[in-house]
């Protein structure tokens, strides 16, 4: 896939026109120091899968919609919730309030209304339809919803265009390589490397392993601002120092040993062929492609949950931080 065109245009947020009180002043916002600068609005595609399915993973991706909306807004952004419907005008939405419904009925969400959004994070869920990339359905699919995936191909496509940061988590991780022309496995043969808890449950919902993340890249970054990584937890000790290491050979010009931190691992499926235009920055002891990026603009998705409950707060907010941050600097 091809670099899209930017979007330049900007629309205003229901705040704004419901409440000029609550409408941020720019003269202010200038004069402020970054921290005290507009939240960033990060756009977030609904889950449409009920709770209810008797497929454990489901309500588990529903739960882990409503930590991905809390880590966000917990770091300085506002989640925006995106609907088929709020899709109408551009990219627009109403705030979410974190629920662990997916996003679908949220009693506190404010009428959609046309919102000029920062960036976009595309979360977990079910599988990407094959025939999106040109295969055949196989017989391990599940949670295979042929609206959902209207709706975040749609909204990545509209982020892309608007040239927006956006983050893939998991399905999001997958669905972006779709988008750009790649392929996915669609059911992981057991090797050496555990990346899902067979048989799936609710109450043992990851698997922890390494991966090796590339020096300088956008997710390095990311875990290069968990402040923390050995105060507990399942995360590697000395992620912070490898992510410390590699910054500074970079800026010199030199080799470091690459950044190796353990993950919250819970997937069946994986990127196959990876597409034209990104670049894998980050694998598993298996070779397994563990994440991704655009090198031409902030796109960045990893194969692992970095909002998992497991890990400590600091190791959850890090990589949330640094992508709500570059939805800030757009």
């Not at 506190?108 to 977990?124: Q, R, S, T």
């Not at 070779?287 to 960045?300: F, K």
């Amino acid at each position: 896939m091809q670099n899209s065109p930017r979007n330049s245009g900007t629309v205003q947020t229901p705040d704004a026109a419901q409440n000029p009180d609550t409408a941020p002043d720019a003269d202010a916002a200038q004069s402020a120091g970054p921290r005290q600068e507009r939240r960033p609005r990060i756009g977030i595609p609904v889950r449409f899968s009920s709770s209810a399915d008797p497929d454990p993973r489901v309500a588990k991706a529903n739960n882990l919609f409503g930590c991905i909306v809390s880590l966000i807004r917990d770091v300085g952004g506002e989640p925006v919730l995106l609907t088929a419907e709020s899709l109408e005008g551009g990219l627009s939405g109403a705030p979410n309030s974190g629920k662990g419904d997916g996003g679908t009925s949220d009693g506190d969400k404010a009428p959609d209304a046309p919102e000029a959004l920062d960036g976009v994070v595309l979360p977990g869920g079910g599988d990407v339809d094959p025939r999106l990339y040109g295969e055949a359905p196989g017989p391990t699919l599940y949670d295979v919803n042929a609206e959902q995936d209207r709706l975040d191909i749609a909204v990545a496509r509209r982020a892309l265009d608007a040239g927006m940061p956006v983050l893939g988590i998991c399905r999001g991780h997958q669905l972006l390589n779709v988008l750009y022309g790649g392929t996915l496995v669609q059911d992981m043969t057991p090797g050496t490397v555990p990346h899902r808890q067979i048989p799936a449950a609710a109450n043992r919902p990851w698997v922890w392993h390494e991966v090796t993340i590339t020096r300088g890249s956008k997710v390095a970054k990311m875990y290069a601002a968990a402040e923390n990584p050995e105060a507990g937890g399942p995360a590697s000790t000395g992620a912070g120092a490898a992510a410390d290491d590699a910054a500074a050979s970079d800026t010199a010009g030199g080799d470091a040993r690459a950044m190796e931190v353990k993950i919250a691992s819970g997937h069946h499926q994986a990127v196959d062929r990876v597409a034209p235009g990104l670049l894998v920055t980050a694998v598993a002891d298996d070779g397994t492609v563990e994440a991704l990026e655009d090198p031409e603009r902030w796109v960045a998705s990893v194969q692992w949950h970095p909002e998992a409950m497991e890990l400590t707060e600091e190791q959850r907010l890090g990589p949330f931080r640094v992508f709500v941050e570059a939805c800030r600097a757009r």
